[in-house]
């Protein structure tokens, strides 16, 4: 498909119901979601904040509050383009299966039939990567999480981090991979801590080597909070030559052009970041089969502070009187594609 194809299909998505509405035309999308816990102790994790005793006060009602905030959120998520919810959406933070389950049975949620896929990972603080897909559109045969290794360079012991979760299956007769990442943050920072990311990176193009080896026809993504920007060499090396695994074939990253425009997921000390990004394989931007049509960030109105120091910032969680405001410190980003 030419990029003139591309556009005028979008064009058509984004001003005509009836090709809005097409099964062929979907969203996948990844959300860091911004602590998803439930108030519950979990003795062999550090989630104390987030308990009725702790710093933030969490309670059951905050967390019903911070469901009902996600699932607008989510079945917003590439409406304007395809009049329906994500076919996947990838998801950061959360703490465990039941407020996913809780988050997929929610009365906005329900009706769209997500199912959920999640493994706990060593993270000390609980909180794992997932995936939620629509089941009567994807049909998973592979799901597998991979452990990221890491020693601390002072102290030579090991530290724990989200594991990375690899989900394959079926978009119809398409054979589709995805890879849900989140890799170690920048405390410490930057520079400092960028040898860990740079592991996280070189385990995730190990994971699409093997997958490119044992699916050769097959399509693949790898999406996260990758806690760099697209020019960061974490990330670059994902869709770069490979030095390591002969045969790899490096992935297209859409979100690099977002960033060069100035468009962030964050923001921190007025500085915008894309640390959110969905990366894919070659075959995404060839002719036939899947197509991408379009990147972007979910950023509208309800998603911005609006007021204070923090104006234009991502609208992040605030307990305010018992209340809970704001959504999250990230803006989702997108996908919308296409299955000729």
Known sequence: MSQISRLLLLLLLLYHPVFSQSKNIETIAFYNVENLFDPLDDPETFDDDYTPQGRNRWTKNLLNQKIDQLAEVITQIGKKETGKPPLLIGLAEVENRAVLEQLVAH??????????????????????????????????HTLKKYKLHLVDPQTLYRRTTRDQL??????????????????????????????????????????????????????????????????????????????????????????????????????????WHL???ILVSQNWISKGGLNLLKAAVFNPGFLINSEGKFLGYPYRNEIKGGTLAGYSDHFPVYLIVSKE
């Open 107 to 140: 009365p906005k949620v329900r009706p769209y039939g997500y199912e959920i896929v999640h493994f706990d990972s060593p993270d000390s603080r609980g909180i794992d990567v997932a995936l939620l897909y629509r089941k009567l559109f994807f049909l998973p």
């Open 275 to 277: 640390f959110d990004q």
């Open 166 to 271: 690899i989900v394959s299956g079926f978009w119809e007769e398409a054979e589709l991979s995805i890879g849900i990442n989140h890799w170690p943050s920048r405390r410490g920072g930057q520079k400092r801590s960028q040898a860990s990311r740079i592991k996280a990176a070189q385990l995730q193009l190990k994971i699409l080597d093997s997958l490119q080896r044992a699916i050769p026809a097959g399509y693949f993504l790898s999406m996260g909070d990758f806690n760099d920007n697209p020019n960061d060499k974490s990330v670059a090396l994902l869709s770069e030559e490979s030095t390591f695994y002969e045969g790899y074939q490096p992935l297209y990253n859409p979100m690099k052009k977002l960033f060069q425009k100035g468009i962030g997921s964050l923001a921190h000390r007025d500085r």
